[in-house]
């Protein structure tokens, strides 16, 4: 698949959870309009190879009826994965912690956007490098709703 | 009739101002210079010396080997996730955007965590982003003493569970114009094209 293509699928791959989403594809992981919580425009850099950590960039929407809540993170090829947040203050100092109880919900109605300097997906000891072109998986584990598995995109933006 | 008057006096006098506030805003536009998109220095200074550290090739870094050229000076990490690896895309892309020009700018990485970061591990860390990059480290008071001479800070935190730990910085990228003095600071936040832009006035 192109990157371009691949970029479509992972876009189109945010699954809702009403249905135990497993992955793209597959009719089953979607539900009524309206009624779900999706997954998409997940995203991370290009890493070197010796890169202790990367970064998943993502956003969640969530037009179900609960409130929900990120309980985990889980990625095949990375050591420990964890959600975490960069803050950058008016000196330029750049410190990072792990999200805040704010940073892990997603009010019934919201958007949750995790972004380059901001609240992301921290991929701790990668095994492979992440590169260009190719594709990896996040699941994420909402409480009520469950685990989603979406399909991201390793990009230069 | 008389309140008609006072009201198109009013609306006059309203118009007049509003039209001379406009005059003055688009008199200040063109009468500033092209601001710079980073923070520049009032009086330019000379960038404090590498004395002590290593180029990622195991040769003495020295800030004089560049004279002549641009350089960036930027305090990362190779086990950094988000800031460092952002900074570095975009100052790649802001080369890239230069064409040729961009011989004419380096771009070094001293590294905030030298207990963790080999010189061969930085030289792979920075070329992935572009393979004029370099890295530069030394022992870890060293690399203290520098950083401090450029106002950055850095504090390794204390490692968790798993044995990980990060290291808070000061991430804004450092731009020395081509006779070595420190000219100009950008945020790490930064947009390639804004930072091109700048590049090309650092190069004059």
Same mark, same amino acid.
């Given at each position: 698949?192109?990157?371009?293509? %691949? %970029?479509?699928?992972?876009?189109?791959?945010?699954?809702?959870? =009403?249905?135990? =989403?497993?992955?793209?594809?597959?009719?089953?992981?979607?539900? !009524?309009?309206?009624?779900?919580?999706?997954?998409?425009?997940?995203?991370? %850099?290009?890493?070197?190879?010796? !890169?202790?950590?990367?970064?998943?960039?993502?956003?969640?929407?969530?037009?179900?009826?609960?409130?929900? %809540? &990120?309980?985990?993170?889980?990625?095949?090829?990375?050591?420990?994965?964890?959600?975490?947040?960069?803050?950058?203050?008016?000196?330029?100092?750049?410190?990072?912690?792990?999200?805040?109880?704010?940073?892990?919900?997603?009010?019934?109605?919201?958007?949750?956007?995790?972004?380059?300097?901001?609240?992301?997906?921290?991929?701790?000891?990668?095994?492979?490098?992440?590169?260009?072109?190719?594709?990896?998986?996040?699941? &994420?584990?909402?409480?009520?709703?469950?685990? &989603?598995?979406?399909?991201?995109?390793?990009?230069?933006? | 009739?008389?309140?008609?008057?006072?009201?198109? +006096?009013?609306?006059?006098?309203?118009?007049?101002?509003?039209? #001379?506030?406009?005059?003055?805003?688009?008199?200040?536009?063109?009468?500033?210079?092209?601001?710079?998109?980073? +923070?520049?220095?009032? +009086?330019?200074?000379?960038?404090?010396?590498?004395?002590?550290?290593?180029?990622?090739?195991?040769?003495?870094?020295?800030?004089?080997?560049?004279?002549?050229?641009?350089?960036?000076?930027?305090?990362?990490? +190779?086990?950094?996730?988000?800031?460092?690896?952002?900074?570095?895309?975009?100052?790649?892309?802001?080369?890239?955007?230069? #064409?040729?020009?961009?011989?004419?700018?380096?771009?070094?990485?001293?590294?905030?965590?030298?207990?963790?970061?080999?010189?061969?591990?930085?030289?792979?860390?920075?070329?992935?982003?572009?393979?004029?990059?370099?890295?530069?480290?030394?022992?870890?008071?060293?690399?203290?003493?520098?950083?401090?001479?450029? #106002?950055?800070?850095?504090?390794?935190?204390?490692?968790?569970?798993?044995?990980?730990?990060?290291?808070?910085?000061?991430?804004?990228?450092?731009?020395?114009?081509?006779?070595?003095?420190?000219?100009?600071?950008?945020?790490?936040?930064?947009?390639?094209?804004?930072?091109?832009?700048?590049?090309?006035?650092?190069? #004059?």
């Amino acid at each position: 698949m192109t990157g371009p293509s %691949r %970029r479509v699928a992972a876009l189109l791959c945010g699954v809702a959870f =009403a249905f135990a =989403a497993t992955g793209c594809g597959d009719d089953s992981n979607t539900t !009524a309009p309206g009624e779900a919580v999706v997954v998409e425009d997940l995203w991370t %850099r290009p890493s070197p190879p010796i !890169a202790g950590a990367a970064a998943f960039f993502l956003e969640i929407s969530n037009d179900g009826p609960d409130d929900e %809540r &990120i309980t985990a993170v889980t990625a095949p090829g990375c050591a420990e994965t964890l959600v975490h947040s960069t803050a950058v203050d008016d000196g330029g100092v750049a410190t990072m912690q792990p999200a805040a109880d704010a940073d892990l919900a997603v009010a019934s109605g919201d958007r949750l956007v995790m972004e380059p300097l901001g609240v992301h997906v921290m991929c701790l000891g990668p095994e492979e490098p992440f590169v260009e072109g190719e594709t990896f998986e996040l699941t &994420i584990e909402f409480e009520p709703g469950g685990a &989603i598995t979406a399909t991201g995109t390793v990009e230069n933006r | 009739m008389a309140a008609r008057t006072v009201l198109t +006096t009013a609306s006059l006098v309203v118009g007049a101002v509003l039209a #001379g506030i406009v005059a003055v805003l688009i008199g200040a536009r063109f009468l500033v210079p092209d601001p710079w998109n980073g +923070t520049t220095f009032a +009086t330019a200074s000379p960038a404090p010396s590498f004395d002590g550290l290593l180029l990622d090739s195991g040769e003495p870094a020295d800030l004089d080997d560049w004279d002549g050229m641009a350089r960036i000076v930027f305090f990362g990490y +190779t086990s950094c996730p988000d800031v460092c690896p952002l900074t570095l895309s975009t100052a790649a892309k802001a080369l890239d955007d230069l #064409g040729a020009d961009a011989d004419e700018v380096q771009v070094v990485m001293v590294s905030v965590d030298p207990d963790r970061d080999t010189l061969d591990d930085l030289g792979v860390y920075v070329r992935h982003f572009d393979e004029s990059f370099v890295g530069v480290s030394g022992d870890f008071e060293t690399v203290g003493a520098v950083a401090t001479a450029y #106002g950055v800070y850095f504090d390794p935190q204390e490692p968790g569970d798993n044995g990980f730990y990060e290291v808070d910085h000061t991430a804004t990228l450092m731009g020395i114009d081509r006779d070595g003095n420190l000219k100009v600071i950008w945020s790490p936040d930064i947009e390639a094209d804004a930072l091109r832009d700048d590049l090309d006035k650092l190069l #004059g």
